[in-house]
Each structure stands twice: as structure tokens, then as C-alpha cells.
């Protein structure tokens, strides 16, 4: 294996950029892998969150939504910097709120009626929402080891398509059962497919992490100074200290309604709520993301403790609608349905074209000669990883529904919840003989899908909650046949296909 | 077959592979952030939008560092080439100045 490397280089181009294609698709691969599963399912965030709060069934028009959230808020918070507001749309009902009380921030959904926090706290589709760009680890770490993944991906998209010989071809091209020919085949057609796809939504994943990864642009145009950066990205946001003076928040009603006169009729989207309950409140209100694929396409700035309006902006300058454009193509929050789904699919497959990647470095290698001691471990880290995360990832959703409602910080348990049994399932897989570990923990998987659905409750006919329950039936009926064809592999006497067998 | 080619890898291929792997990461990173460096100061636009267009084009300039520097025809002219190039971006960048 090591020895591949100076041999690919003296090949010829087609050698070597399989060879770096490889490696930089092995060496961040199980990230990469857990920030594409976990993107993926952020398409359907909103739906995610839905099916986690099955109590919270009002349904309020956006402003009245947040002029309730405000309400509440400002009877319940003390000394808060920030209100955080988004308000429901088409895909969720409750308010979105990230706040800060006695110097404590939170997360919380908000009842779109009463403006309280709903019953059953949780961080809902967000976890994985977070999880996708931030991996747990404390900023900016996790945002950086992100971009350093998402980097790698693009190189190795890039180096993948020089590798190909006959990319069109590709696409047709599925031999089953014949060892690593079959998992090229089939990491091919998952790569080359949507490859599109995979190229826009790695390039823009990079681009929504630029000010940490590449701050360099900025550092050039503006020296240190990043708070004039931000505000003529925003030239209608006003950020100002408090006064320390108290003042009554202005009623958010006429505030809302003049804003949504400036989006020209378009639903209000975020509210941010500066220095609530201050004489030097702000409210900045956003236009929904839904209306156009441009990320934050304008904002009003509004006097907190007046009414007063202060600043309006409608986004027309080309550079930056360019870079909101881009931001907007990964968030898809513009997306329609269909759109949605696209995506879905698309994220999808880049997460198994990642998975038959990792597994295939090892299958390549064990059919030239046996396993050296560190692809022994990686093909049982493989078992662990790949099946670990999934399988996680319902555990969140299964914690959601065992957990009791009047628990203590139980967000944060649902979190533990996931991450523990992902870890455990990562042992599991290092520890099991990988013939033995592959149908176990997707076997695992199947059944723990199987179980959210039922917990759903299954017999659910509300919208957002079926499709996160079909979804998971449809993943558990779909591993059936794949564990069933690993048990019978199991069986049989000579597990491992050499070349030197003649077929 | 494989202890074979094990054996015939020397230090010499090892270096080799390190210089370009160099070349490839740290290298195609300072060209790329060299890149929107120049880019956001020379750019024919408003400052801020000189500066958001400049980043998003330094990222198509990283993968083809990269690329380069393992098809490179040796470590040495792969290492070379990605610090020519980035020393003369440092220079435009330096000479264009900070905008007002």
C-alpha cells in the first residue's frame, strides 16, 4: 500500500490522481461521511423538528408567531444581549429562538400561540443541523476541521473525474457480486450521477464557512476591522450598545407589518431582538428565505424602545446577491418540494458514494494480498463509523420519544443520548470480527429505524411526521436484503475472492 | 510482487511524495488565500463586494494547486512553482495596497 504511492507517480496522470484521489478521500473520509448524512437529513430539518415536538399542533401566521414569542420573552428573560427569532413558514410551526437570560444562552422552540417554550424540549432537526458544520467541538474547531474536510472533497471530486476513463459509461455500469468490481461500479454511479451536485454543494458548503476558512479576502480589504465588513454586507442592520438606561420594548406588530411592506408583501422571516428592554434596543427584521434563492436578501432595523424605523436595505448589488446566491444554493431553504428531494437524493448518494469509497480502499487491497495491520483496523473502523452514525442519528430521534418530558436540561440528554450509543456502535464495530459486524449493526440499524417509526407514533397522519416515518421504514425495508446477503456470506467457506482464481 | 515493490521504496520516493504533498496542501493554501487577497484589492467592484467575489473565486484556485503539484514533473519544480507563483501574488497584493 505505502509502496503504491511513488509508482503511481512515475504511471502516469491517470495513476497518480487515482492514488490521491484515494488518499484524500480516506483521510477525512468517516467526517466527511458524518457531515454529508447529517446535511442530508438537515434538508428535511424543519420536518425533523416537527416530528420531534408531536405536541405542538397550533399553527399562527409568521408575525403573529413572533409578536407571541416577543411577548414571552420579555415577561421571562432577564438582562438578555439577544433575541434570536425564526419564525414558522410552510414546513414548521413553532418559533425558532436562540436567547440569552441572566447570561445563559439557549435554544428553544417557542409555541407560535402562547410564545412559550413548547413541552418537549429538544433541539429537534437543529442537532443535526449543527452537528453537519460544527461536529460537536468548540468553535472555531469545528468549523475549521469541516473546511479542512470539505477541501479534501473537492480535491478528490476533482482528482475522481480525471481518474475516469469513461465517465458517461459510468453511469450504466453495475456488476453485482463480483467482489471489487461491484463496489467500484456502484461508488462510480453514486459519485458520477449527481456529480453536479456534489461539486455545487461541497464548493458552497466551503463559500458558508469562508469567514473562518479563507478570512484572507477580508483581512486584504479590511485590515482588522471586520465590524465595517459586516455592516456593509448589511448596510440595514444597526448594531449599537446598550445605554444601560431601561426602556419598554415598542410594541413588534406595526414593526413587522412596515417590514414586510418594504419585502414588497414577502412573509417575514428572522426577527432579531439587540439589547431588549434597553433605550438602545434594536429589532431586525429579515424577509422568509423561501421567496428567493438569495440568502438574506434585505433587512429593516427598527428603534427598539421607539418604533421608530431606522434603516431599510433591499440587496441589488451584483458581487454580493452573487455570494448570497451561492450561500443560498447549500442552505436550500428556497427549495419547493421537489427541489427538496433533489437535494435529498443528492445528499444521499454522495453520503454512500463516501461509504462505498472507504470500504472499497480495503476490498482493492485485500484481493492484491492480505490486509496489512492498519487496513485491518480501517475496515473495522469502517464497520463501526458507517454504521455507528446512522444509527445514532436515530437514537436521537428514539430518546426523543422514551425520554421523560419534565427531565432536566433534556435536549442536552436526547444529545448524549445519540452520541453515546454512536460510540458505543463505533467500539462494537472494532471489536467484532467484521463478517460479524456488518450484519449486526446494520441489523442494529434496520430495527432501531423500525422502532422510531413505530414510536412515531406510526398511525400518524400529520404530514411533516409521515414522511420522517416512511422515511425510516423505507431505510429499515431497504437493509433487509443487504443483511440478509451478508448472513449467507458468513456461511460460506472462502470469504475472500483472489484474482489468482480463474472465473 | 508486493514485498518487491516495498523494498524498492527509498527515502529518495519518500521525499518525493512529502515535497509534493507540501506543495499540494500548505502550498495550494497560500496561493489560494494569496489569490483572494489580490483579488479582493484589485477587483473593479465596492469593497465589499471585492471581497466576497474575490473568496469565492480563490477556492476553484486551490483544487488546481493541488492537482498540479502531483503532476508536476518533479517535487522540486512542484514546490518551486507554487512559491514563484505565490510570491508574485504577494507582491500584487502588497503593491495594490489596502483599500479605502
Redesign the interface.
Known amino acids: 500500500m505505502?509502496?503504491?504511492?511513488?509508482?503511481a507517480?512515475r504511471d502516469g496522470?491517470r495513476q497518480?490522481?487515482t492514488w490521491?484521489h484515494g488518499w484524500t478521500g480516506l483521510l477525512l473520509g468517516h467526517v466527511l461521511f458524518l457531515m454529508c448524512l447529517t446535511g442530508t437529513l438537515t434538508v428535511f430539518k424543519a420536518e425533523i423538528g416537527r416530528w420531534m415536538r408531536p405536541e405542538t399542533t397550533a399553527i399562527a401566521a409568521p408575525a403573529d408567531a413572533i409578536v407571541a414569542a416577543t411577548r414571552w420573552l420579555d415577561e421571562n428573560t432577564h438582562g438578555s444581549a439577544g433575541w434570536y427569532l425564526t419564525a414558522p413558514d410552510a414546513h414548521q410551526n413553532a418559533v425558532q429562538a436562540t436567547y440569552d437570560s441572566d447570561g445563559a444562552y439557549v435554544t428553544r422552540a417557542l409555541d407560535p400561540v402562547s410564545g412559550a417554550p413548547v413541552a418537549r424540549e429538544t433541539l429537534g432537526g437543529e442537532f443535526f443541523y449543527r452537528l453537519h458544520f460544527e461536529l460537536e467541538l468548540p468553535y472555531p474547531w469545528g468549523r475549521l476541521l469541516a473546511s479542512l474536510a470539505a477541501?479534501m472533497m473537492?480535491?478528490a471530486l476533482?482528482?475522481g473525474i480525471?481518474a475516469h476513463k469513461r465517465i458517461f459509461k459510468d453511469i450504466f455500469t453495475f456488476r453485482p457480486a463480483k467482489g471489487q468490481r461491484s463496489w467500484l461500479d456502484g461508488h462510480n454511479a453514486l459519485g458520477v450521477l449527481a456529480l453536479p451536485f456534489h461539486i455545487m454543494i461541497t464548493?458552497t458548503g466551503?463559500?458558508t464557512l469562508?469567514s473562518v476558512n479563507?478570512p484572507?479576502?477580508?483581512?486584504?480589504?479590511?485590515?482588522a476591522d471586520v465590524t465595517t465588513?459586516y455592516s456593509?454586507?448589511a448596510p440595514g442592520s444597526v448594531t449599537r450598545a446598550a445605554t444601560g438606561e431601561k426602556a419598554p420594548l415598542a410594541p413588534i406588530a406595526p414593526m413587522l407589518a412596515t417590514a414586510q411592506r418594504q419585502f414588497g408583501g414577502a412573509p417575514i422571516g428572522r426577527v432579531y431582538v439587540f439589547n431588549p428592554g434597553d433605550t438602545g434596543a434594536v429589532v431586525v427584521v429579515y424577509p422568509s428565505e423561501a421567496q428567493s434563492i438569495g440568502y438574506m436578501s434585505g433587512e429593516v432595523s427598527f428603534d427598539g424602545a421607539t418604533g421608530q424605523m431606522l434603516k431599510a436595505w433591499t440587496e441589488q448589488?451584483?458581487?454580493?446577491r452573487?455570494?448570497q446566491t451561492?450561500y443560498g444554493l447549500h442552505m436550500a431553504r428556497f427549495a419547493p418540494d421537489v427541489t427538496r428531494w433533489l437535494y435529498f437524493l443528492g445528499g444521499a448518494m454522495l453520503t454512500m458514494a463516501i461509504a462505498t469509497g472507504m470500504v472499497l480502499w480495503t476490498v482493492k487491497r485485500r484481493e492484491?494480498?492480505p490486509l496489512s495491520i492498519g487496513n485491518h483496523m480501517l475496515e473495522r473502523l469502517n464497520v463501526g463509523v458507517l454504521t455507528g452514525v446512522p444509527i445514532g442519528a436515530v437514537a436521537f430521534l428514539i430518546a426523543n420519544r422514551l425520554l421523560p418530558l419534565d427531565m432536566a436540561a433534556r435536549a442536552q440528554a436526547e444529545v448524549s443520548a445519540a452520541l453515546w450509543t454512536a460510540g458505543a456502535v463505533v467500539l462494537a464495530g472494532l471489536l467484532l470480527r467484521p463478517t460479524i459486524g456488518w450484519p449486526l449493526l446494520l441489523g442494529l440499524l434496520a430495527l432501531a429505524c423500525a422502532c422510531a417509526a413505530l414510536l412515531g407514533p406510526v398511525w400518524t397522519i400529520e404530514p411533516g411526521m409521515l414522511t420522517i416515518n416512511l422515511m425510516l421504514l423505507g431505510v429499515a425495508g431497504a437493509l433487509l436484503p443487504v443483511i440478509l446477503r451478508q448472513a449467507r456470506r458468513r456461511d460460506r467457506t472462502t470469504p475472500v475472492r483472489h484474482r489468482a482464481v480463474p472465473a | 510482487m508486493?514485498t518487491g515493490?516495498?523494498r524498492?521504496?527509498g527515502w529518495r520516493?519518500?521525499g518525493?511524495?512529502a515535497l509534493?504533498v507540501l506543495a499540494g496542501t500548505l502550498g495550494a493554501y497560500l496561493v489560494?488565500?494569496?489569490t483572494?487577497?489580490?483579488?479582493?484589492?484589485t477587483?473593479p467592484?465596492?469593497?465589499?463586494?471585492?471581497?466576497?467575489?474575490?473568496?469565492?473565486i480563490?477556492?476553484?484556485v486551490?483544487?488546481a494547486v493541488?492537482?498540479w503539484a502531483?503532476?508536476a514533473s518533479g517535487p522540486w519544480r512542484a514546490l518551486g512553482g507554487v512559491a514563484g507563483v505565490a510570491g508574485l501574488l504577494a507582491i500584487g497584493?502588497w503593491a495594490a495596497g489596502?483599500?479605502a
Do not use: H, K
Open positions: 505505502r509502496g503504491s504511492a511513488p509508482a507517480l496522470a497518480c490522481m490521491l477541501m473537492l480535491v476533482v482528482t480525471i464548493f466551503l463559500v469562508a479563507l484572507w479576502g477580508i483581512a486584504a480589504g479590511y485590515g465588513m456593509d454586507l448589488r451584483a458581487g454580493v452573487a455570494y451561492v492484491r494480498a | 508486493t515493490a516495498r524498492s521504496i520516493d519518500r518525493n511524495v509534493r489560494m488565500a494569496l483572494a487577497a489580490l483579488l479582493a484589492r477587483l467592484m465596492s469593497r465589499v463586494e471585492a471581497v466576497t467575489v474575490a473568496t469565492m480563490a477556492y476553484l486551490a483544487p493541488t492537482i502531483f503532476l497584493a489596502q483599500p
